[in-house]
């Protein structure tokens, strides 16, 4: 009787281990099977190719290996130094090399206010890097660097393609460089995410701010230090730059990355040094919602109707807005037919166009709605 317990036993058990071998997962969005070692190459390729010189991967059981072997060497330990301390540190990629130099990119907050930026390869070797140029609200900053085979120039790709539930990776250095090369995986989580954010060296608020930030959403782990670092599919293409995450105890898994194409059309201006030329209307600012909830600005007329849209506290002299029929008082709720909930909604869609460029402004007054056109000014 005993003995035949013991069969039994030892019949269940290598049953399970045989459904374990069998089971099937979806990896990628295809269906796959786990399999011995020994057969590690069965499997799904990667998501669609973006770059010419695209090689597709393979993803199975093992995970992406193959992926992040291409890519780990193209990653780097950005180093903030101010005043001769180290004053923070984030991540950044290579994206383009010459006979001289590889070019990096990582986030404008990683290096706002360095007197000197360092960069670590994966392979433990310091090198001082140069700021060519970077800017606030696109949070973007190149640097350069003598070129070195220490480090890998990484395929640029495009988010475009990508497609929600797609598999996505990113190499930084969390929370203390101790950590750099950490590996993360996640899933595309979301599109098209627009996130209110601050452009103040106090850093990113995800309840107030003065920027809107059009972003690609990802559950992959992100923490401080990841910052700058690259978003990468399955194919080890760049898909977004890690910028940023909600930070509160009741979030979990939602960072947020600049896709890359936004990023790329910025980046022949910041290798030349120049400044991007964001445009200007010309009015001084106060948030619908920020006066409702305020009695310092009751001598606003608002229409109880009314709960979003930005004031015009004031007109500066010699811009569009001061050649246009708009007044102090007035509230302005769209731009180009484009809703402004508040003044970060304003600067996203003035920031659509370039200085010199005519918009068409819709405002309230008196409670009436009304258009005027305005010419757009440069920034000062």
Known sequence: MKNDRIKEAILIVVAFVIGGVLTYTVVGGNITSFTPASSSKTGTTGAT???????????????????????????????????????????????????????????????DGSTKIKVITSKDKEIDAEVLGSDSYVDVAVLRIKKTDEITKLSIGTSENSKLGDLVYTIGTPVDTEYRGSVSTGHLAGKDRMITVSTSSDGYSNSSGDWIMRVLQTDASINPGNSGGPMMNSNGEVI?????????????GMGFAIPIEYAMSKIETLEKGKEIEWPQLGVQMI?????????????????????????????VSGTGASKSDLKEGDIIIKINNEEV???????????????????????LRDGKEATTKAVLSKSE
């Open 49 to 111: 190719c973006s770059a010419k010189n695209c090689t597709k991967v393979l993803v199975d059981g093992s995970g992406i290996s193959e992926a992040v072997t291409k890519t780990y060497d193209g990653v780097v330990v950005v180093e903030n130094y101010q005043q001769d301390g180290l004053a923070g540190f984030g991540t950044g990629f290579a994206y383009k090399e010459d006979d001289k130099y590889t070019y990096l990119l990582t986030n404008h907050h990683v290096i």
């Open 240 to 252: 977004g730059i890690i910028s940023m995450k909600l930070v509160k105890t009741e979030f979990e």
């Open 287 to 315: 948030n619908v919602e920020d006066a409702l909830s305020s009695f310092r600005y009751r001598d606003y007329d608002i229409p109880k109707d009314v709960d979003e849209g930005v004031i015009v506290a004031g007109i």
């Open 341 to 363: 909930k508040n003044a970060a909604y304003l600067r996203y869609e003035l920031y659509k166009y370039a200085p010199g460029e005519t918009i068409t402004v819709t405002y």
